[in-house]
């Protein structure tokens, strides 16, 4: 069964501070790895990752893929409040994604 | 263009009726997609379309739990004698293609819940 682990569960830091976000996967047929930003229902779209070791940039977010060590990361450098938001990744095998179960996080001012 | 669009946005229903959830798809977009989210839980697929072909309905929790689709438009998931441990927000999303390398487009959501 596919399966895709986030760490941490939920986070709390202040304005300023750098956050980076786990997710591992076990996928049989992996395609690619998506991350996505859930604020209230509709997870937004953030990043897709096929290929090992380039990172992928937008702004203060950047992640990166490791195929040989089945995980990537996401990056948020000089966190604001508004990045407050459960952030998820997925993994896309075929035609389905499974998401992980997402981390929490909380920008205090 | 507009996005992913569903209807309604919220709905409570009395446990063993049926409801009915729609989803508009973006215009163009031939693979369609439902999830459910439990509250404080990940995101659960439940069944996936692809242009004309058979549904994939492998996520599909029970024989309460259909969808259809017409075409590459419009989907409705349809869910019978629903129970409380359904209450969930509903989730359909379209991508331009069900292959990877094309991202999922979510629409708003559902809010259900069964009393």
């Known amino acids: 069964e596919d399966k895709v682990v986030q760490s941490p569960l939920s986070l709390v830091v202040h304005e300023g501070d750098t956050v980076t976000l786990n997710c591992s996967y076990e996928?049989?047929?992996?395609?690619?790895l998506l991350w996505y930003k859930q604020e209230k229902k509709a997870p937004t779209f953030l990043f897709m990752l096929t290929s090992s070791g380039i990172e992928k940039k937008s702004g203060r977010l950047s992640s990166i893929l490791d195929k040989k060590e089945l995980f990537s990361i996401l990056n948020i450098t000089a966190t604001q409040t508004g990045d407050s938001a459960v952030y998820l990744c997925?993994?896309?095998?075929?035609?389905?994604?499974?998401f992980g179960g997402g981390t929490r996080l909380m920008v205090k001012p | 263009g507009a996005g992913v669009s569903q209807s309604p946005s919220n709905k409570v229903t009395e446990k063993g009726k049926d409801v009915e959830l729609r989803c508009d798809p973006i215009s163009g977009h031939t693979a369609l997609y439902w999830y459910r989210q439990r509250l404080g839980q990940g995101l659960e697929f439940l069944i996936y379309f692809q242009g004309n072909s058979a549904p994939d309905k492998s996520g599909l929790p029970s024989d309460r739990f259909s969808a259809e689709r017409t075409g590459e438009s419009v989907s409705t998931l349809t869910i019978q004698r629903t129970q409380q441990e359904d209450s969930a927000v509903y989730l359909c999303?379209?991508?331009?293609?069900?292959?990877?390398?094309?991202?999922?487009?979510f629409g708003p959501g559902t809010r259900l819940t069964v009393t």
């Open positions: 997925a993994s896309n095998a075929g035609n389905m994604l499974t």
């Open positions: 996928v049989t047929n992996f395609r690619s």
């Open positions: 999303a379209s991508s331009f293609r069900g292959i990877s390398g094309y991202e999922q487009y």
